[in-house]
């Protein structure tokens, strides 16, 4: 796909030369950020919260947040009070200690924030939730951990099977009308009383912090965990790709229930003293815009499928609005379409920039930083500390422009450190030569930048020709009657798989087969013949997660009338 570089804008950035640190970068140098050099001890939670309360950044705002029924802030000094009120409440009436597992599984509010930081200073592993999790995805998750505690709310009990769940010993529920018995704590009559001061758990930089499952295409999800010393990773991205300064508003949309939300919704964001925007309650565009004007957002992190969201719903709306704060734009989860960049440049005058990386990696790998040229479409560039390659199957680095494992060289400290319970699943990640295997198709080119192509068992073979879905589907985006594609390989005895595309429309279009094969052209003529959908199947929806991942193994199973695997995950 031929496409032109969109130039650095002027600014003062955090990395002036993307270079010069690729070529001389050290995490040991990351490690003199934090207190723990000293010691040998740390805890992730005082480093974010804490450790500010002690310096000028103490009547900083830490946290603003809003729903359609709060409107609060809170500044550092604040947090570190109240999430040691959380850690006493967990402490003296769940007798949480260090290594126990806490589950969070509620909607978001300040509450969760303190929770989470609160089970975090004890030395406890976090497991957040989508709140949207219903009884079979809630007990898959609980049991697997072993969870102790689960901190949720009085209307989300009964997708709690508590009494199928041996190890689950406490349930804190956080509103109103509350019947405590053994197992269930009122927790914010608990938390009002509760000291505000906090003796906080020193752990080692290898003790366990959080615990995010993430579906597979087959089986039960799986528990990532990772570390306190993720936070090297959490820190140094957070300075150099979501590039915050001092004076900055940033806004993470994602849920904690989704790695993103966690380690750039809570983490990094704070591990860096920055005041960080959380806004609870469902999405709509003109909520979005009047967030970025009222609290004036300079540095937001969405994903595609918002993207896509925002520019579906027009380019008036935009208007009603002063996004003059906004100063730098990020994006994660799916590739990033080429025609969303282009519309970020009109409505906001800036580059989205893209972002790579995995649950499983804790912490941004591959990206596009301020500093550096962005070629739309592109996933950027390696962090620096990191190496990535394109291997083949044995683990050989290939050549640039050739389709291939995307493989990261192990070491990068917030690399994931266990599946729970589950070893082989883990050493199953893993390639001669050290590579970590993100299980993702890419291609390199000449000047180092990476650009993805699918999941590997996404990639279609059609009449021998490798095509990525991602390619194709960016393509159908650019027609004007295309909401969202999902594109999928669909076997054929004669070209081996034909690439078979779902489509959603925009509003005002009607579905037709002229309409049908007037896309078939568009993509024919503006990709390549062999790329272009044989067949087009129009859905008023497509399946997504909640972190808006098209699920092209559900498409591909509704096609073949397969069993479609874990849906835990999948929106509503
Ligand atoms: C952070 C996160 C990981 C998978 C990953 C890849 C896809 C993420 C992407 C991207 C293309 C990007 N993905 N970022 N694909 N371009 N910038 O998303 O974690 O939910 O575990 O998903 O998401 O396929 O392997 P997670």
């Keep these: 796909m031929k496409v032109e570089a969109l130039p650095v804008t002027k600014g003062d950035y955090n990395l002036a030369d993307y270079d010069q640190a690729y070529e001389s970068f050290d995490w040991k140098e990351v490690e003199k950020e934090f207190s723990w050099s000293e010691t040998g001890r740390v805890n992730l939670a005082h480093e974010a919260i804490d450790r500010h309360a002690e310096t000028h950044r103490k009547n900083k705002v830490a946290l603003y947040y809003r729903d359609p029924e709060r409107n609060e802030k809170y500044t550092f000094a604040d947090m570190k009070k109240l999430s040691n009120q959380a850690a006493n409440v967990l402490k003296n009436f769940g007798d949480v200690e260090k290594g126990d597992r806490v589950f969070i599984f509620m909607p978001r509010s300040p509450e969760l924030y303190f929770s989470i930081l609160g089970a975090i200073k004890l030395g406890a592993i976090v497991g957040p939730l989508f709140e949207a999790f219903m009884e079979g995805a809630v007990r898959d998750r609980l049991e697997d951990s072993g969870a102790k505690v689960l901190v949720t709310t009085p209307e989300l009990l009964e997708r709690v099977p508590v009494d199928e769940l041996p190890e689950l010993k406490h349930v804190f529920l956080i509103g109103d009308g509350v019947k405590e018995d053994d197992v269930h704590i009122d927790f914010m009559a608990k938390f009002k009383e509760a000291s505000k001061k906090l003796s906080v758990e020193w752990v080692d930089r290898e003790d366990g912090l959080i615990l995010h499952y993430t579906s597979g295409s087959t089986g039960k999800p799986k528990g990532v965990l990772h570390v306190h010393n993720a936070m090297l990773q959490h820190y140094q991205t957070t300075k150099w ?33 920055a005041s960080n925007v959380i806004v609870g309650g469902r999405f709509k565009p003109e909520h979005w815009y009047k967030t970025i004007e009222d609290y004036g957002v300079t540095v937001w992190y969405s994903a595609p499928t918002a993207f896509r969201m925002l520019m579906g719903a027009g380019d008036e709306i935009v208007k009603q609005f002063d996004l003059g704060s906004l ?44 500093s550096i040229e962005v070629k739309p479409g592109s996933m950027g ?26 493989a990261i060289k192990k070491g990068w400290p917030s690399m994931m450190r266990q599946i729970w319970n589950n070893p082989q699943k883990y050493d199953s990640y893993f390639m001669p030569g050290d590579w970590y295997v993100s299980g993702d198709s890419a291609y390199m080119d000449e ?78 003529k503006g990709l390549a013949a062999h790329a272009a959908p044989r067949e087009i199947e129009f859905r008023d929806k497509l399946p997504k997660t909640r972190s808006g991942k098209i699920m092209r193994r559900v498409l591909k199973a509704w096609e073949l009338d397969l069993p479609t695997g874990d849906l835990s995950t999948m929106e509503d």
């Design 327 to 370: 100063r730098h734009i990020l994006s994660v989860g799916e590739p990033l379409n080429p025609e969303v960049v282009r519309w970020g440049m009109k409505v906001f005058n800036l580059r989205i920039h893209d972002t790579w990386w995995m649950t499983e990696t804790g912490g941004q790998l591959i990206c596009n930083y301020p």
């Design 241 to 273: 790709v979501l590039d915050l300064q001092e004076e900055d508003v940033y806004w993470c949309t994602a849920d904690p229930g989704w790695v993103t939300g966690t380690s750039y919704g809570i983490f990094g964001p704070w591990l860096a003293g």
């Design 381 to 406: 560039k390696p962090f620096p500390g990191v190496k990535a390659a394109i291997v083949d199957d044995q683990g050989n680095e290939l050549p640039p422009n050739r389709m291939g494992n995307l």
């Design 447 to 524: 000047e180092g930048y990476f650009w993805f192509q699918g999941r590997v068992d996404d990639v279609i073979m059609t009449s021998g020709e490798r095509v990525g879905p991602f390619e194709v589907e960016s393509k159908l985006v650019e027609h004007p009657a295309v909401a969202e594609a999902g594109v999928i390989g669909k076997p054929d005895p004669v070209r081996g798989e034909i690439i078979k595309a779902f489509i959603a429309l925009r509003d005002g279009y009607e579905i037709s087969d002229e309409l049908k094969e007037e896309i078939r052209t568009f993509v024919k």
